[in-house]
C-alpha cells in the first residue's frame, strides 16, 4: 500500500525510470535492475545503475531532453538505441512525470513537452504474383464452387488487384458507376467491357481509372451470374445499386 492508497500495477514493468535512491536500490535487490533504464542523478546504488541528470527534487526539461539524445547517441555504458527503444524509455519518463504531477508529488509535468522520437515509416511490403493468384483461385473455390459469393469474391479481388482501388472505393461501387467513358459506345464499350470505371475516394474525390480483362471478366461473371442472386435475397422495396451485395442483397462492407 501507498500512503495515498493500494497500488495495483496490471502488467509486468518492461522498463523502470527510478527518481529516487530508495527505490533504485531497492529495484536491483529484488532483480529487477535489468528494467531499470534510468535513474536520478541522486542515486549512487548499485554501481551499475544507469544515472542519469535526472531529478526527483528539480524535474526539468532540459535534463529530459538531454536523456533522450543520450539515448539516441549513446555512451560508454550503452550503445546507441534505435527510436523505438528511445520512445519506449521515454514513454516511462512522461508516464512518471504525468503521475507525479496528477498526485500532487510535483508542481508541473514538465516532462509532457519532449516528445518521444518518431519510429522511421517503412513501406508496405507488396504481396507476389503466385501469392495473389493464389489468393483469386482460393476466392473463387468457397464453399460452392460456381456461386455467388465466390463469383463476387474473386471478382472483388480482381477489380482490387487490377485497379489498384481501396476496399471502401470498391464496395463504394455503383452499377452507374462501370464503364464511365464508354458510355457512347453502350454499356459494355465497344469491345466488349468498360474500359475504365469510377471510384470515389477520400473527401468524395472521384477518379476514373482503367479496367483491365481479366478483372471485367470476373466483374462481369460477377455481374451476370452472381448479382442478380444476391439482389433476390433483398427485401427491400428499391434494390441497392451497389455492384457488389451481401447475402441480403444490401451493399457489401468492410
Same mark, same amino acid.
Given at each position: 500500500d501507498a500512503g495515498n492508497g493500494a497500488v495495483t500495477i496490471d502488467a509486468r514493468p518492461v522498463k523502470i525510470v527510478s527518481v529516487s535512491p530508495t527505490a533504485t536500490e531497492m529495484l536491483f535487490a529484488i532483480g529487477a535492475g535489468d528494467q531499470v533504464v534510468a535513474v536520478d542523478d541522486q542515486s549512487s546504488y548499485p554501481a551499475e545503475a544507469p544515472r542519469t541528470a535526472l531529478s526527483g527534487f528539480t524535474p526539468n526539461i532540459e535534463a529530459i531532453a538531454g536523456f533522450l539524445a543520450e539515448l539516441r547517441e549513446g555512451g560508454e555504458e550503452h550503445a546507441p538505441l534505435a527510436a523505438s527503444s528511445a =520512445? &519506449? $524509455?521515454? $514513454? /516511462?519518463? &512522461?508516464?512518471l512525470h504525468a503521475? =507525479?504531477? /496528477?498526485?500532487?508529488? =510535483?508542481? @508541473?509535468d514538465v516532462a509532457s513537452q519532449v516528445r518521444p522520437p518518431a519510429p522511421p515509416r517503412r513501406l508496405p511490403r507488396a504481396i507476389g504474383v503466385a501469392e495473389v493468384e493464389r489468393l483469386i483461385v482460393a476466392a473463387g473455390a468457397g464453399d460452392e464452387p460456381g456461386g455467388p459469393r465466390p463469383l463476387r469474391d474473386r471478382a472483388l479481388l480482381e477489380l482490387l488487384y487490377g485497379t489498384g482501388a481501396r476496399i471502401s472505393e470498391a464496395v463504394g461501387l455503383d452499377v452507374d458507376d462501370l464503364g464511365i467513358a464508354d458510355r457512347a459506345d453502350g454499356p459494355g464499350g465497344s469491345d466488349g467491357w468498360p474500359a475504365t470505371l469510377r471510384l470515389s475516394g477520400k473527401g468524395g474525390k472521384q477518379r476514373i481509372v482503367p479496367v483491365g480483362r481479366y478483372a471485367w471478366e470476373a466483374l462481369d461473371a460477377h455481374l451476370v451470374r452472381a448479382r442478380p442472386a444476391l439482389a433476390a435475397g433483398s427485401? &427491400? $422495396?428499391? *434494390?441497392? *445499386? @451497389?455492384?457488389?451485395?451481401? =447475402?441480403?442483397?444490401g451493399r457489401l462492407t468492410r
Open positions: =520512445a &519506449r $524509455a521515454v $514513454a /516511462a519518463v &512522461r508516464g503521475f =507525479a504531477a /496528477a498526485e500532487g508529488m =510535483a508542481g @508541473a427485401r &427491400r $422495396a428499391r *434494390p441497392s *445499386p @451497389a455492384v457488389f451485395l451481401n =447475402a441480403r442483397g
